[in-house]
């Protein structure tokens, strides 16, 4: 299934207009059938700098996203992902954490995150996994995926109240977030209610969002959620079971 995208020359009228169901059949899973990729030999391992693990070395990309692990890793993996969809909730519980504590861990493999937004669910759950620091994103990111039925419940009855609402467009994140229980969900996760209200209020950033999203679709032909570029080609794999063996045949063993 195609993912439907904000274009960005009309993403504020698309968020104005919130459309009043999730869009859960919106993120597509794929064939799990790899291409072929490049054999190489087994890569050794890379020490983290002293007195950290690679897994806790996190920073944001030029291109929007969030590194995970050794900058140099001959390994790259991008994976493309939407906050909403169930099949990459599926990979963050089966494949994150061999990824992460498998192959991250050794220097061998980074992992970067993109968020693909779909929707405006989407959009205010991805500006608050970014509202803290970098360190604070993969672990922010995990839990929406561990809760995400649970938000889902919280956010569907309020599709109508915001579209009556017709709020200016830097004032719809910041309903979604406290109309939908988001502010406080992540409250209790170590970002502080008037610093999530602050970054809700960036209309521009939920602009960004859309734009990279857009940008996904049109460098790497990414059309539904999981996809996985690895270095530089998009896999067209959204398990783990099908990106491990890509990985192996990379180095990465």
């Not at 950290?52 to 070395?57: R, S």
């Not at 909730?89 to 693909?116: C, I, M, Q, W």
């Not at 857009?214 to 690895?230: L, M, R, S, W, Y």
Request: with cysteine; proline share 7%.
């Amino acid at each position: 299934m195609q993912t439907k995208l904000f274009t960005p020359g009309r993403l504020l009228l698309a968020l104005i207009a919130l459309p009043l169901a999730l869009g859960l059949a919106a993120c597509g899973k794929k064939d799990d059938a790899a291409g072929a990729a490049p054999v190489g030999a087994p890569l050794n391992a890379v020490s983290p700098p002293a007195g950290k693990a690679w897994t806790e070395v996190v920073a944001v990309t030029p291109e929007g996203g969030y590194v995970m692990g050794n900058p140099n890793a001959p390994i790259k993996v991008i994976e493309f992902a939407s906050l909403t969809c169930p099949h990459c909730a599926e990979f963050e519980e089966k494949g994150f954490p061999h990824l992460r504590d498998e192959y991250v861990a050794k220097g061998t493999v980074s992992l970067e995150f993109r968020n693909f937004v779909r929707d405006p669910y989407d959009t205010t759950m991805a500006m608050l996994t970014r509202c803290g620091t970098p360190d604070s994103f993969f672990a922010l990111t995990e839990q929406v995926y561990t809760n995400q039925k649970a938000i889902f419940d919280q956010l569907q009855p309020i599709g109508a109240q915001l579209q009556a609402a017709n709020l200016p467009a830097d004032q719809i994140f910041k309903a979604i977030g406290e109309r939908g229980g988001l502010i406080d969900f992540f409250a209790a996760r170590g970002i502080a209610k008037d610093q999530a209200a602050q970054c809700l209020a960036k209309a521009d950033s939920a602009t960004k969002l859309a734009n990279d999203t857009q940008k996904a679709t049109d460098t790497f032909n990414v059309t539904g959620t999981p996809t996985f570029i690895v270095n530089g080609r998009n896999v067209e794999v959204a398990t783990w079971d099908a990106l491990e063996p890509i990985l192996k045949q990379a180095g990465a063993r």
